[in-house]
């Protein structure tokens, strides 16, 4: 089992905080994904790209498993087993499915921002699933978070594309994907271990990704192989698939799935401030005002009592 101990009510604010800081690093090594994969360029597919990083990612995972549980961790319930095969197909295929056909029949601007949505699902999601309470607080966040990520993208869009519109839902259907991912851990944690968690979802999403890429994508495939290209995809295994993973996963363990949402539309920020420092990409003012709004966000997800210590702020914000 992997439940936390909370004695009082202060305990619970300081792991809340605690999750708050995790999930925080953890989107900061995801928004490194786009720079890696920049920095790899045309000599690889993203199918492959995701099949390798995925698989290195898991490997990466064994020894620190070993570790910290030791090799009987691996040993898992039947029923565990059949739920990361689903968190594996469920979000890693069909998010990474739609969210490239989306860029392919609009643009990457375009679905970046249908992509980020997902923090209105995931509120959502939470409440269906985890009883999560949707607070007045945690929808302003929300909503200054889209509104900070749409500002930030909205003018490198393009005009309309081929497909626009099926582009569009392929988006909306990313955004969707990519939110269950916190309720998929959210409902791991209650049984395994952060560090299982990890392993096994991604360890199952690979699984499916070569079966629906040989199925789908096989014309699709190119790889060519160079030194500087390996270093690369361990270097986004690593920091944007292990070290992320990881961090948000043990994040989501000590806070809400929504609010977890929130903050990790860090990820965009720091691929816009990354592409600034490292390939002098532009980064102008509807940037800022952005990453702002997004900011202000998650400092309103910051300030927002744990639901032991401020039943009666909950009760105000609803």
């Known amino acids: ?186 409902k791991a944690l209650v049984s395994s271990s952060p560090f299982i968690t990890a392993f096994y979802s991604m360890s199952f999403g690979c699984v499916f990704l070569i079966i629906t890429t040989l199925l789908f994508f096989r014309d699709r495939i190119y790889y060519q192989p160079d030194a500087r290209t390996i270093l690369l995809i361990l270097g986004v295994a690593f920091v944007s698939t292990t070290l992320g993973g990881t961090l948000n996963i043990m994040g989501l363990q000590r806070m809400e799935a929504g609010e977890a949402g929130v903050l990790g539309l860090i990820e965009p920020i720091t691929t816009l401030i990354a592409s600034w420092l490292i390939f002098g990409d532009v980064l102008g003012g509807r940037q800022v005002i952005g990453a702002l709004l997004v900011l202000t966000g998650a400092y309103l997800i910051y300030r927002q009592p744990s639901p032991s210590t401020g039943k009666a702020d909950e009760r105000s914000d609803r």
């Open 1 to 186: 089992m992997s439940t936390l101990k909370k004695d009082n009510p202060r305990d619970e604010e300081k792991e809340r905080r605690l999750g708050i800081t995790l999930v925080l690093a953890g989107g900061i090594c995801w928004g490194f994904i786009g720079i890696f994969v920049q920095a790899i360029g045309p000599v690889i597919d993203p199918f492959t790209l995701s099949i390798l990083r995925l698989a290195t990612a898991s490997a990466l995972m064994v020894p620190v498993i070993i570790y910290y549980d030791g090799a009987r961790a691996f040993l898992i319930p039947r029923k565990n087993l059949r739920f990361f095969a689903l968190f594996g197909l469920g979000y890693w295929t069909l998010y990474q499915m739609s969210y490239f056909s989306a860029i392919q029949m609009t643009s990457a601007s375009v679905a970046v921002i249908l992509l980020y949505t997902a923090p209105f699902f995931i509120i959502v999601l939470a409440r269906v699933f985890l009883g999560e309470r949707i607070t007045k607080r945690k929808t302003i966040a929300a909503v200054l978070g889209v509104a900070g990520v749409w500002v930030m993208f909205m003018s490198w869009t393009t005009g309309a594309a081929p497909g626009m519109t099926l582009g569009g839902i392929f988006g909306l259907a990313a955004g969707f994907f990519f939110a269950t991912y916190f309720i998929y851990v959210k």
